[in-house]
């Protein structure tokens, strides 16, 4: 049984950093190709990094340079760096998995495995 938790999402000034962590059972995030999307309100669900099998990393334009997507087997554990925070990023934050490498950021039908999300507030 494949399970994803978020967490690490909370409320932050402009110009702040969270790091969002998704705890993963049932899979290995070794294997997997994983990713972060987000969504904010009336808004489409959109891809902001990802990471497949090999550690290749792929970011949405508008989080280059600021966000940071990484991975460690020990923790089974997904990561998510957010620095430099402005209100756009306001969004529920989910950890998504695929056990097929998904090439650049990948489409949501992608990714099979979704967490229940962490919100991220910006103000």
């Known amino acids: 049984h494949v399970q994803l938790v978020e967490s690490g999402g909370g409320s932050v000034q402009t110009g702040g950093c969270l790091r969002l962590?998704?705890?993963?059972?049932?899979?290995?995030?070794?294997?997997?190709?994983m990713a972060w999307f987000r969504q904010s309100p009336g808004k489409e669900r959109e891809g902001v990094a990802a990471?497949?099998?090999?550690?290749?990393?792929s970011y949405a334009d508008s989080v280059k340079d600021r966000f940071t997507v990484s991975k460690d087997p020990n923790k089974n554990t997904l990561y998510l760096q957010m620095n430099s925070l402005n209100p756009e990023d306001t969004a529920m934050y989910f950890c998504?998995?695929?056990?097929?490498?998904?090439?650049?950021?990948?489409?949501?039908?992608?990714?099979?495995?979704w967490g229940q999300g962490t919100q991220v507030t910006v103000s």
């Open positions: 962590s998704c705890a993963a059972s049932g899979l290995s995030v070794s294997d997997f190709s």
């Open positions: 998504a998995a695929s056990p097929l490498r998904v090439r650049a950021l990948g489409s949501r039908s992608a990714y099979p495995y």
């Open positions: 990471i497949d099998d090999d550690g290749g990393t």
